[in-house]
């Protein structure tokens, strides 16, 4: 449950009249000296299928004694400085779930067996692990923590407006090809990847309009999804020596850059630039003298 979640059940609990609610027994899961009623209707599984709330009642008030969370424990399984994983972060840290973190390493065998056990299908980073049970894909697991999580929501209401943002998600996903190639290729083949960035990024130029987010006002799926562009490609661009996305060209994608990367969950939950820059530096080498040679 989250802080907003949180504080709407406190405020519902504060405008109950006490004698209206029916008195039921201890509650031996609480474990505390004053008569506690676990108070179901406040807390159904279709309304709020992460909570469970317990209510005390004592000299006439009633207090919320405990707010349990029925997800049990929430882990995320991640490499750094992935900004596949980095979505995840960003989606939990925004709607303010309790979660374990495991920052691990794929040459390391404890990571790899965990990755084998929750992932064996691509055994990649992020898996989501509730309560002992994985899901994996970045975009699948955003869209779990959405509906687990409503609140705040990165999806409109309306569900057409849904809709365009899963369009965007999915636009999103299958170019993200050209920008590895601009990343690792040489010659030729880098112009062409070259060209077809400047396309994409022309496609998301106007696609964010006058918006401050993909989202609208506030950050949404597409955000967190084109996260990667605001956290990688000024990277990759410094790696590679030439850069794409300037503000001459790009003005609203440029200030949609500054926009995400000082909103205040974001910019605390960002890796290192220069240490990303040294890290994929290294990974660009292991891969070019193949692709000369
Ligand atoms: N489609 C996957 C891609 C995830 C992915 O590529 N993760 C990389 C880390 S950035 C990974 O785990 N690679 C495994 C490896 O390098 O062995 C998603 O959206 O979650």
Redesign the pocket.
């Known amino acids: 449950m989250n802080k907003i979640e949180k504080q709407k059940l406190v405020n519902f609990v504060a405008e109950l009249n006490p004698f209206t609610v029916e008195l039921k027994p201890f509650h031996p899961r609480i474990g505390s000296d004053c008569p506690h009623l676990p108070l179901t209707s406040l807390c159904t599984e279709d309304k709020h299928p992460t909570t469970e709330v317990f209510l005390c009642f004592s000299e006439n008030k009633i207090i919320v004694a405990e707010l349990h969370n029925r997800m049990g424990e929430v882990k995320l399984l991640g ?1 750094w400085p ?4 980095y979505r995840i972060i960003w989606a939990l840290e925004l709607k303010d779930v309790e979660y374990e973190y495991i920052e691990g390493e ?1 040459h390391k065998p404890d990571f790899t067996d965990l990755l084998l056990k929750y992932n064996p299908v ?5 898996v989501l692990v509730l309560d002992g049970k994985p899901i ?4 699948v ?1 955003l869209e779990y923590i959405e509906e687990t999580w409503p609140q705040p929501p990165l999806l409109s209401q309306d569900p057409y407006e849904r809709a365009m943002a899963r369009f965007w998600v999915s636009f999103a ?1 299958e170019k993200t090809i050209p920008f590895m190639s601009f990343f690792v290729a040489v010659g030729e083949e880098f112009e062409k990847a070259e060209k077809e960035v400047r396309e994409v990024l022309k496609i998301l130029e106007e696609t964010i309009g006058e918006k401050k987010y993909f989202g609208g006002e506030e950050i949404g799926l597409l955000d967190i999804n084109l996260g990667w562009i605001a956290l990688l490609f000024g990277v990759i661009e410094d790696i590679v020596g030439v850069k794409v996305l300037v503000v001459d060209e790009f003005p609203r994608l440029f200030t949609w850059i500054q926009n995400f990367m000082e909103h205040p969950t974001i910019k605390t939950n960002l890796p290192n630039h220069q240490e990303m820059v040294l890290y994929y530096k290294q990974k660009r080498e292991t891969v070019i003298p193949s692709k000369i040679a």
């Open positions: 490499v992935s900004s596949y994983v794929f691509y055994k990649k980073v992020p994996a894909e970045s975009t697991i996903e």
